[in-house]
């Protein structure tokens, strides 16, 4: 809970300041999520973990890089990838340091944010309205 609640804060903060405006903002926060797993490993002084931790963080920070030239559709989906590593990170990885809890916190925020992206980026560009035409337009025929 406490994973969606911050996760909306902090978007809704970006969207009311105007910072998620800008197009690094999502793609920079998908940087800050992929790089905890490489803390956790540090902090658990696991030499493996942090190794795998590092190359799949290196994933995400390419995500977020292609993301930020390209298009944020593809941020928003690694960061719904993100939150489905999450659910398997403990049958996947075994990373000492992780706290138990993260794991949900991390794949709720992620989640969320992800979603709220995909919404904000459907609602700026006319994504939604011109679906929502389309459909219109089909039942009327």
Same mark, same amino acid.
């Given at each position: 809970? $406490?994973?969606?609640? !911050?996760?909306?804060? %902090?978007?809704?903060?970006?969207?009311?300041?105007?910072?998620? @405006?800008?197009?690094?903002?999502?793609?920079?926060?998908?940087?800050?999520?992929?790089? &905890?797993?490489?803390?956790?490993?540090?902090? #658990?002084? *696991?030499?493996?973990?942090?190794?795998?931790? *590092?190359?799949?963080?290196?994933?995400?920070?390419?995500?977020? %890089?292609?993301?930020?030239?390209?298009?944020? /559709?593809?941020?928003?989906?690694? =960061?719904? %990838?993100?939150?489905?590593?999450?659910?398997?990170?403990? @049958? !996947?990885?075994?990373?000492?340091?992780?706290?138990?809890?993260?794991?949900?916190?991390? !794949? *709720?925020?992620? #989640?969320?944010?992800? $979603?709220? =992206?995909?919404? !904000?980026? #459907?609602?700026?560009? #006319?994504? &939604?309205?011109?679906?929502? @035409?389309? %459909?219109? /337009?089909?039942?009327?025929?």
């Amino acid at each position: 809970m $406490i994973g969606i609640v !911050l996760a909306a804060v %902090v978007c809704t903060f970006g969207l009311l300041t105007g910072f998620d @405006r800008e197009r690094v903002f999502y793609p920079t926060m998908l940087i800050v999520i992929a790089t &905890y797993y490489i803390l956790f490993a540090a902090m #658990g002084s *696991s030499m493996p973990a942090l190794t795998i931790q *590092s190359l799949v963080a290196g994933v995400f920070v390419t995500l977020a %890089v292609v993301g930020f030239r390209k298009n944020l /559709w593809l941020t928003a989906a690694a =960061l719904g %990838v993100h939150a489905v590593f999450d659910f398997f990170h403990h @049958r !996947l990885v075994e990373n000492p340091g992780v706290p138990v809890w993260w794991p949900g916190f991390c !794949l *709720s925020f992620d #989640g969320l944010a992800g $979603i709220f =992206l995909a919404v !904000l980026l #459907g609602t700026r560009s #006319g994504f &939604y309205a011109e679906r929502l @035409r389309s %459909v219109k /337009w089909r039942t009327h025929t």
